[in-house]
């Protein structure tokens, strides 16, 4: 029997013992775990800090039905149930979004959150056995460590083939330049070489880290771990990169640098990926995928091509299944997944649709697939937290619809460049009708005048009586209401 197969018998042995291990205490309290994530600046820690924000402090959810219907009488945070995972810091992340008006630190590392709530039910029978409760485990984890799933049905060959063949695209060949002279200089036959192991992956890190910065906005970039390493910096199972391997060549001669790069690759999905995938992502009952189009857009048409192919990737490690009770004891499914546009506060909210056209376009073959395995699938446009307003301004005796807010530090717009006090109103512009035209080669929204800033958290509003309102949001209500409503039903 192949070791793989092996492998993927003893991890669903691994699940089903898990979930039946988790059993007990879903009896007594019933628990949902909904997992958060969105490639880098997606909007991840915001969103989270949102949602627990607004439920705890009453905020204005009306498309939430059961808080628009005052069924929730209480959500308060809890300890989590995994003691060896990071506590997610709601508080910090609180304090920064309304004290210093500044955006939380991205998403570095798994992290967790328990929040109880306690609420009516909607049906007359149910509520005559009294109140109900949920523990809602939100699970935090960097989108880059999805993509690293799909490396578990890769061997290192075909990962080499397809990690150099994207770095010799046309949209990346110039930021693999070193990378690709040195991987030109190795014979992956010669004698196994650890400088030159080590040369060859901090180069390859060094073109990752290239792709994804702003001007490029370039998503496809596994192995996750390279950018953001943590305490496995410098460690062998990180030091490996892509060598320029035949289609049809023979396993790698014992000794050399061929199969150093072949045992590193396989120790990472081993003891980085594999580890991931069993304690975390193969847990979860509901999914919200955060995608920053509007990023993607800014960079054009290849990084949106880009993005698709990274979303395809991810959606190929999902679990996605219909839910049922005697089902999910022995293996558990995501049974709902949301795939959210954020940063919507971005764009006028005539432009809203436009932008779910796009990320429809962006998810499709993902989407298709889940919803033909039974998980429910939507997509929308939301801002977790909302940083501008919306006005109307005259422009050659034109009235243009805009929106207000205050730009980050060192934004620039038409040679200008904000300090990050003062307030400007701007007309960003307009997507197109027709979500293909931005994905054409030679696209370029920024020629028809079309550009995304990005601002600063809001000033909290306050009641007549002086009370501080929760954060502001577009259509947060409506994403609880998919990922977590009928729970509370």
């Known amino acids: 029997m192949p070791r793989s197969l092996i492998s993927r018998l003893a991890d669903e042995a691994r699940y089903a013992f ?38 705890m402090h009453g905020g204005r959810l009306p498309l939430f039905s059961a808080a628009a219907s005052g069924r929730i009488a209480e959500a308060r945070l809890e300890p989590q149930p995994d003691d060896a995972v990071p506590r997610f810091d709601v508080e910090s992340h609180v304090a920064a979004l309304t004290g210093e008006r500044v955006w939380p ?29 949920l523990h809602l485990d ?14 578990l049905a890769k061997d290192y060959a075909t990962f080499s083939r397809e990690a150099v ?27 196994a070489d650890e400088a030159a192991a080590r040369r060859l992956a901090a180069e390859f890190t060094a073109y990752l880290a290239a792709c994804r910065a702003d001007e490029h906005a370039l998503s496809m970039l596994p192995p996750g771990r390279f950018l953001m390493p943590g305490d ?33 690759y396989e120790a990472y999905k081993a003891h980085v990926v594999r580890p991931f995938f069993r304690e975390h992502f193969a847990r979860l009952d509901r999914q919200i995928v955060l995608v920053d189009a509007l990023h993607a857009l800014n960079a054009g048409p290849a990084a949106l091509a880009d993005l698709e192919t990274a979303l395809a990737e991810i959606l190929t490690a999902f679990r996605p ?10 293996n558990r499914r995501i049974d709902r997944i949301l795939f959210a546009a954020t940063k919507a506060d971005h764009l006028h909210h005539e432009d809203h649709d436009r932008l779910e056209a796009i990320l429809e376009r962006l998810v499709r073959r993902g989407a298709e697939q ?95 009586e002086g009370v501080t309102l929760s954060l502001p949001h577009i259509r947060l209500d409506r994403a609880l209401d998919f990922l977590i409503g009928d729970r509370l039903a």
């Open 370 to 464: 889940a919803s033909f395995r039974g998980a429910e699938v939507d997509v929308m446009a939301l801002a977790a937290v909302r940083a501008t307003r919306e006005a109307t301004v005259l422009h050659d005796g034109q009235s243009l619809p805009a929106i207000l807010g205050t730009p980050l530090a060192g934004e620039s717009v038409d040679g200008e460049t904000y300090d990050g006090k003062a307030e400007i109103a701007m007309f960003p512009g307009d997507l197109p009708d027709d979500p293909e035209a931005v994905f054409r080669p030679g696209a370029d929204l920024g020629k028809a005048g079309v550009r995304f800033l990005r601002f600063r958290p809001p000033k909290l509003e306050r009641t007549a």
């Open 105 to 133: 630190h991205s998403t570095r590392q798994v992290s967790e959150l328990r929040l109880t709530i306690d609420y009516e039910s909607a049906s007359f029978l149910s509520r005559n056995f009294g109140r109900g409760r």
């Open 232 to 264: 496995l910096d410098g460690s062998p199972a990180l030091t490996f990169a892509p060598l320029d391997m035949e289609d049809d060549a023979p396993p790698p001669r014992p000794g050399s640098l061929a199969a150093m790069m072949e045992r590193r």
């Open 165 to 191: 063949k994207a770095a010799r695209s046309e949209a990346r060949s110039h930021l693999a330049n070193a990378y690709l002279a040195t991987l030109a200089a190795c014979d992956p036959k010669a004698e």
């Open 138 to 151: 939100i699970v935090d984890y960097p989108g880059e460590w999805l993509l690293d799933l799909p490396l």
């Open 321 to 330: 299944g219909r839910a049922s009770w005697l089902f999910s004891i022995l």
């Open 18 to 55: 898990d979930n039946i291990s988790g059993l007990a205490g879903d009896l007594a309290v019933p628990s949902l775990r909904l997992g958060v994530t969105g490639l880098a600046r997606s909007g991840k820690t915001v969103f989270i800090t949102a949602l627990v924000h607004n439920l």
